[in-house]
C-alpha cells in the first residue's frame, strides 16, 4: 500500500535550513528561518519562563488529561492578553491548540463544517502553511491583494477592492500584526475600513495574530484584533505564543470563537471540543500552563512583558540600523520602508534570481519570495548584509 503514495514536495524553508547548514563558508547569514534569535544567534528561554517551569516542577502533582478544550484559566488568560476589556467573557469560546498552526487548521475546520462552500480570501502574500493546510484541505481560496513591491507598503486600494467580492458564508483570513512575510501593516484607520468592508459583506473575519509583543508593544499590537472581535457580529481568533513566549517547542496556542450573540457560546464552544476530540483529543498542557502562571503573577508579568519590550526593541534597531546602512550606501532612501516595517520579517521585493546571488555570492540565506527575518541580524552582520544587497543591484 506504502507504494501508492506520492512525494510531496519539500517545504522550501526546511530545505534552505539545510543548505545554510552544509555551506561551509564561516560568514554565512541565516535570515531564513522564522524565529527570534539574539545577538549571539540564539533562541534563548525567557526569564519568566525558566522561573514559572521551575515553580511547576516543584509544584506540579499530576500529569492527567486537564481537558478537551484544555486548562480553562489558559483560555481566561490569554483572552485577556489579545483582547482586553474589549469583547465580554461570554462571548467567546476557546479551545487550546498545539502551536498556532493548531489553531489555524482547528479554525479552517470549524468553517468547513458551518459552510462546506466557504471560501477563504488570503492576502498575497501571507504564511506558506496557510495556503499549504487550505490546499490538503482542498478549501478555495481567493487571493486578495496586498503587498506593494514596489513601495514596500501595503496595496491598500487593491487590497479594499478584493475584499468588496466577498460574500456571506466566505472567510477573511488577517494578520493581526507584523504581517507574515512582508512586515507590512495597516494603520488603524485602515482597519476600520476593512472592518466597514466586512459588514457590509457579511464575510467572517479570522484573524491570526503570532507576533503580539513584536511589533508597537503588548497594547498596540493587540489593538486591530479588538477593533475587530468588538465590531463584526462573529469572528474567528488563532493565537501564538511561540514567538512572545519564546515556547516554540511547547506548541502552545488557542482558538477563540466570538460571536457578539452570546447564547451561541455553547454551540460554538461544543464544537471546538469535538475538533479537538476528532484531531489529538486533548491539547499540550505543558506551554499553556508556564504561560497561564506568567500571565496571572503579577511579578512574572512583569519581567516577561520587559523582556518581551526589549527583544521588541533589539528588532527595531536592527531595522533602523539596516535602512540608514542602506541610505548611506545608495544615496537613496528607496529602502526606507524596512524601518517602517514591523515584527521579525520584511519583504524586499526583488527577485528569486537577486535572492539565489545573495546565497551564492554572499552566503545569505533568505526564503525566496525576499523575505527575511531580521532577528537572524545582529549589529555586525548588518553592514555585510546592506553591502550585499547594494552589490547585488537590487
Given at each position: 500500500m506504502f507504494s501508492n503514495l506520492k512525494e510531496q514536495p519539500a517545504d522550501k524553508i526546511l530545505a534552505l535550513m539545510q543548505l545554510f547548514k552544509d555551506d561551509p563558508r564561516p560568514q554565512k547569514i541565516d535570515l531564513g528561518v522564522g524565529v527570534y534569535k539574539n545577538a549571539e544567534g540564539i533562541t534563548p528561554v525567557m526569564r519568566a519562563v525558566k522561573a514559572a517551569e521551575k515553580q511547576l516542577w516543584e509544584t506540579q502533582e499530576t500529569k492527567s488529561y486537564v481537558g478537551l478544550a484544555g486548562d480553562p484559566a489558559f483560555a481566561d488568560a490569554m483572552i485577556s492578553l489579545v483582547l482586553g476589556d474589549m469583547v465580554a467573557r461570554e462571548n467567546v469560546a476557546a479551545?487550546?491548540?498545539?502551536?498556532g498552526t493548531g489553531a489555524c487548521r482547528q479554525a479552517f475546520e470549524m468553517i468547513r463544517m458551518a459552510?462546506?462552500?466557504a471560501r477563504v480570501f488570503v492576502s498575497n502574500p501571507t504564511w506558506p502553511n496557510h495556503l499549504s493546510i487550505l490546499s490538503f484541505m482542498k478549501m478555495p481560496v481567493v487571493e486578495y491583494r496586498y503587498f506593494d513591491s514596489n513601495t514596500g507598503g501595503v496595496d491598500f486600494d487593491g487590497m479594499l477592492a478584493d475584499l468588496a467580492q466577498a460574500k456571506p458564508g466566505d472567510l477573511v483570513l488577517l494578520h493581526g500584526c507584523c504581517h507574515n512575510p512582508?512586515?507590512?501593516?495597516?494603520?488603524?484607520?485602515?482597519?476600520?475600513m476593512v472592518v466597514d468592508s466586512l459588514l457590509k459583506t457579511g464575510a467572517t473575519p479570522m484573524i491570526d495574530i503570532a507576533y503580539q509583543g513584536f511589533g508597537d508593544g503588548l497594547e498596540d499590537d493587540a489593538a486591530?484584533?479588538?477593533l475587530v472581535a468588538s465590531s463584526v457580529p462573529e469572528?474567528?481568533?488563532a493565537a501564538s505564543c511561540s514567538k512572545n513566549f519564546g515556547v516554540y517547542r511547547e506548541r502552545t496556542g488557542i482558538l477563540m470563537a466570538v460571536a457578539q450573540d452570546s447564547s451561541l457560546r455553547g454551540l460554538t464552544q461544543g464544537t471546538l471540543n469535538y475538533l479537538n476530540r476528532q484531531?489529538?483529543?486533548f491539547p499540550p498542557d505543558h506551554g499553556a500552563r508556564v504561560v497561564t502562571m506568567i500571565l496571572q503573577d503579577p511579578e512574572l508579568r512583569a519581567d516577561w512583558a520587559a523582556e518581551l519590550e526589549q527583544v521588541r526593541l533589539s528588532m527595531l534597531g536592527l531595522r533602523e540600523q539596516l535602512a540608514g546602512e542602506l541610505q548611506r550606501l545608495s544615496g537613496s532612501d528607496r529602502f526606507a520602508f524596512l524601518a517602517q516595517h514591523r515584527g521579525m520579517f520584511s519583504r524586499l521585493g526583488t527577485t528569486s534570481e537577486m535572492v539565489d546571488r545573495l546565497r551564492e555570492d554572499h552566503a545569505i540565506y533568505?526564503?525566496?519570495d525576499s523575505r527575511l527575518n531580521i532577528a537572524g541580524l545582529n549589529k555586525d552582520s548588518v553592514p555585510v548584509l546592506a553591502q550585499?544587497?547594494?552589490?547585488?543591484?537590487?
Open positions: 479551545a487550546a491548540t498545539p502551536g459552510n462546506p462552500d512582508t512586515g507590512a501593516n495597516l494603520n488603524l484607520i485602515q482597519w476600520q486591530a484584533t479588538r469572528c474567528l481568533i484531531n489529538y483529543s533568505m526564503v525566496g550585499a544587497i547594494i552589490d547585488c543591484g537590487i
